[in-house]
C-alpha cells in the first residue's frame, strides 16, 4: 500500500514539473514575442532616422549595430523606393562619404570640366550661389566632361555622385572628390530593381540600358535622396543615355524640388517635347536648349525671366 502511495506520489510530482516546464517555456515564448516586437520598431525608428549631409564616415556607420533589419542585397528587387529598410540599406552599405583626401586631377588647373560649357551656364544662371547641394547622374570617372567638379571646388558646393559600373565608379573614387559617392544604377520604376548596363562602343567610360551585359543594382534615386535626407536639389545633371524620362517618372515631385535641372534630350526616344510637357505638367519652367541638353527650373527658386540663350 505504501508502495504504491510513493509511485502515485511520484506521478503527481512528474506531472506538476510537466505543467511547470510548460507554464515557463509558453511564458518564454510570450517574452520573445515581445521581445520581437520591440526591436522590429526599434529598428524602424532608426533606420528612418535621418542623416545629415555632411555627415563624415564615422556618423554614417556609428548606428550599423541597429540596422540589423536592413534588407540583404539579394532581397533589394522589389522594395518600394520609402521602404525604410531600402533607406537603411543604402545608408549601411551603399553611400561612401566625401573624400577627405586632397584631389587627384589629371587637370587640376582647369576651372570648368563640362563637354558643352554646362557648368558655365548653371553658374550664370545661380549667379554664382555658393554652398549648395548638387547631384551628377552618370558622374563617369569624376573630371573628364564633369558638370559638377566646378561647384565643388570652386563654390564649396556638396554633392551625390552616382556611377553604375564598377570599373569606372573606382575610377571615381581615386579622384577623391568631396561629394558622397554611390555605385549604383538607377531604377526605371519607383522600387529597386536589377538593370543591365553595356558599355558604349567609342566612349570608354560611358553607358547605357540593355538587353545583355553587366547586371547592376538599380536604386530610385528618390531612396538616395532619403537616406541623405535632401529635399531641395540645387542642380542636377542627368545623362543616362536614353532612360532619363523613365528615371524622371520614378520622382515624387511633391516631396523633392529640383532648382535647375540640366538633362540631356539627344537620345531620349520620347523627344524634348514630350519631356518639357510632362515637367511643365510637374510645375517646371522650361529654360532653354543647349548642344545636347534641356534645362529645366523651379520657378519660385530663380531669378525672374531666366533663359538659358546659347
Known amino acids: 500500500m505504501k508502495s504504491r502511495m510513493k509511485v502515485i506520489q511520484k506521478i503527481k510530482e512528474l506531472k506538476r514539473k510537466v505543467e511547470l516546464g510548460q507554464e515557463m517555456h509558453s511564458l518564454g515564448q510570450h517574452r520573445n514575442v515581445v521581445f520581437l516586437a520591440m526591436s ?28 540589423n533589419c536592413f534588407i540583404p542585397e539579394y532581397d533589394l528587387e522589389g522594395a518600394a523606393q ?39 551656364f548653371a553658374n550664370k544662371i ?79 567610360t560611358h553607358s547605357h540600358l540593355s538587353n545583355s551585359g553587366i547586371i547592376v543594382k538599380g536604386i530610385p534615386l528618390y531612396s538616395i535622396l532619403r537616406a541623405l535626407d535632401v529635399k531641395v536639389v540645387d542642380f542636377m545633371s542627368l545623362d543616362i543615355e536614353a532612360f532619363e524620362v523613365k528615371v524622371l ?36 519652367k522650361f529654360l532653354g536648349l543647349g548642344i545636347a541638353d534641356a534645362w529645366y527650373g523651379w520657378p519660385n527658386l530663380l531669378p525672374k525671366n531666366t533663359l538659358i540663350n546659347k
Open 40 to 67: 522590429i520598431l526599434i529598428c524602424f525608428y532608426f533606420v528612418s532616422k535621418k542623416v545629415p549631409i555632411k555627415a563624415d564616415e564615422k556618423s554614417l556607420k556609428e548606428t550599423d549595430w541597429l540596422h
Open 249 to 284: 517618372k520614378t520622382i515624387p515631385w511633391d516631396k523633392v524640388t529640383f532648382r535647375l535641372m540640366c538633362i540631356e534630350v539627344a537620345h531620349i526616344p520620347e523627344g524634348v517635347d514630350y519631356l518639357t510637357e510632362y515637367l511643365t505638367d510637374k510645375g517646371y
Open 126 to 204: 545661380l549667379n554664382g550661389m555658393e554652398d549648395g547641394f548638387y547631384i551628377e547622374v552618370g558622374a563617369s570617372e569624376g573630371e573628364l566632361f564633369s558638370n559638377s567638379l566646378f561647384f565643388e571646388r570652386r563654390l564649396g558646393w556638396r554633392g551625390l555622385l552616382i556611377e553604375p559600373l564598377k570599373e569606372i565608379y573606382d575610377l571615381l573614387e581615386k579622384k577623391n572628390r568631396k561629394a558622397y559617392t554611390i555605385n549604383t544604377a538607377l531604377s526605371t520604376t519607383p522600387h529597386a530593381s536589377y538593370v543591365t548596363f553595356q558599355p558604349t562602343p567609342g566612349f570608354g
Open 82 to 120: 520609402d521602404d525604410p529598410r531600402l533607406i537603411g540599406y543604402i545608408r549601411r552599405e551603399l553611400l561612401k562619404p566625401p573624400s577627405p583626401h586632397p584631389y587627384k586631377l589629371n587637370r587640376p588647373k582647369e576651372v570648368h570640366y563640362s563637354q558643352y560649357n554646362q557648368s558655365e
